[in-house]
């Protein structure tokens, strides 16, 4: 009998049982049939550029496989949570040794950089530029959106099965690729301020600078500019720590830069000249803040009175409301009073009389 050749449909449910283990067919039952889909129905645009490099990688119905969710079957140990255990730790174990080999800095510096690459924003938008969503097979009440990192996993843990051309090609590509440059490029030691302002006093004058740091009374950093001899060259406050740092560094710089700089530096007058033009600044700063705020609490305390004015008004409609109520209530008690008044006096023997002739005369007529 012929062996025959077998087809990609078939090689879809080839299982395999371990590494370096021989893969074994599992036959397809009538359900895993019905539950195929139709080729025309996922792949309909397949040929198109879009799918390139997908093309490059998958064969139709391997892309079926590692994008066919557990979900999607009634029974279990079928889908593709092999590929996606794959993808995250054999795929990332690759991308590691990669950035082992070929990229400095310490373990927890190479760790946070394997952590960015990997991060699921990053692979969500990876999952929606590669156009995986109309090749995903998942159940219906399985949330595809919220787990699109997922299918993304299984594609690097398919990629780890591949030649290591294809492989060091596709981490070039989407993983070690120009998005991620801003994660491997460390600071220069030219573009620290404090290290630059150390080493223009060390040619000065051989000496090192330091920044000391202490809270004032107020609740405000100040940052100090020391020289090794204890020299204070100057210093900031502010009410952010860095931004006191930053300020005095750059002010040690400035007056480093400057001409006759030794002159400078061993001179208290000028020293006192840069404190004073600080703390006139620091006072500005702090007379517009108080300004500012009294504005504001004027504009509350008049906000505030407007408020007091409109209850003051609106009790005062209320009382008058309520006093007309109780002068309405006092005059229909009056008039009661009267009316029953009325009623309760004994009839005159004049209207008694009246009376008694009225009723007779009908009877007469």
């Known amino acids: 009998m012929a062996a025959r050749k077998t087809s990609d449909l078939d090689s879809a449910h080839l299982q395999c049982a371990g590494a370096g283990s021989i893969p074994v067919t599992r036959s397809m039952t009538e359900k895993d049939r019905q539950q195929q889909p139709r080729p025309k129905d996922s792949f309909k645009d397949w040929e198109a550029p879009l799918y390139n490099d997908l093309r490059k990688i998958f064969s139709r119905a391997k892309l079926r496989e590692v994008l066919t969710h557990s979900s999607f079957y009634d029974e279990e140990g079928k889908g593709n949570g092999r590929y996606v255990f794959a993808g995250m730790f054999v795929f990332k174990g690759m991308v590691a040794q990669v950035l082992y080999r070929y990229f400095s800095g310490e373990g927890t510096r190479l760790q946070h950089v394997l952590g960015n690459l990997f991060r699921n924003e990053r692979l969500e938008r990876l999952f929606d530029d590669l156009k995986l969503k109309s090749f995903v097979r998942a159940s219906e009440k399985f949330d595809v959106k919220t787990h699109r990192h ?216």
């Not at 290591?164 to 690729?177: G, Q, S, T, V």
């Not at 504001?296 to 009382?319: N, V």
């Not at 009267?338 to 007529?365: D, G, H, L, N, Y």
Request: include cysteine; charged fraction near 35%; proline fraction near 2%.
């Open 150 to 365: 997922i299918f993304v996993y299984a594609v690097f843990g398919y990629v780890t099965t591949l030649d290591e051309d294809i492989r060091n090609w596709f981490i070039a590509k989407y993983i070690l690729n120009d998005e991620s440059e801003h994660l491997f490029l460390h600071k220069k030691r030219n573009a620290n301020l404090l290290a630059q302002a150390d080493a223009m006093v060390r040619r000065t004058n051989g000496q090192r600078l330091s920044l000391e740091m202490e809270v004032t009374k107020e609740g405000l950093h100040r940052a100090k500019a020391v020289l090794s001899d204890g020299t204070v060259l100057c210093e900031a406050e502010s009410k952010s720590w860095r931004y006191a740092r930053t300020k005095t560094t750059k002010l040690a710089l400035n007056m480093l830069a400057t001409p006759f700089r030794k002159e400078m530096l061993s001179n208290p007058e000028y020293q006192a000249r840069v404190l004073a033009r600080e703390e006139g600044k620091i006072a500005k700063r702090k007379a517009e803040i108080e300004a500012r705020d009294a504005a504001k609490e004027a504009l509350r305390a008049e906000k505030q009175e407007k408020r007091k004015e409109i209850a003051r008004a609106r009790d005062r409609k209320r009382r008058a409301s309520q006093a007309a109520a109780k002068t309405r209530k006092a005059e229909n008690a009056a008039r009661t009073a009267a009316k029953a008044a009325k009623e309760a006096r004994p009839m005159s023997a004049k209207k008694r009389r009246f009376k008694q002739e009225k009723i007779k005369k009908p009877c007469q007529a």
